[in-house]
């Protein structure tokens, strides 16, 4: 997997997370389309552990990827029912107020 933190000065982190395979893809369903790019979701691979960790702090989380997903939701970021399909590929965002 691929994580990168962005942090924004007085509103949080904006954490993104893809599957190593995912990285530099486009991916489409019906109108839309969503490049998985380097310059969002970094080059920095992570395992696991990082990733759970990175999600527990985030305010923000833009994930990618069936073992992405799946961490999310191991760990309780996400919930199951709140994840979509964009171009067969599980995708979930994460908002915290």
Not at 20 to 37: Q, W
Not at 59 to 85: P, Q, S
């Amino acid at each position: 997997m691929f994580l990168k933190v962005h942090r924004i000065p007085d509103a949080g982190e904006i954490v993104a997370v893809c599957d190593r395979e995912l990285l530099n893809t486009t991916l489409r369903h019906r109108d839309v389309e969503v490049h998985i790019s380097e310059t969002f979701y970094g080059n920095t691979q992570a395992d696991e552990e990082r990733v759970r960790a990175a999600l527990t702090t985030a305010t923000n989380a833009n994930l990618f990827g069936k073992r992405t997903i799946e961490i999310a939701i191991g760990c309780g970021a996400v919930d199951r029912g709140c994840v979509v399909l964009i171009g067969g590929v599980p995708h979930a965002q994460i908002y915290r107020f």
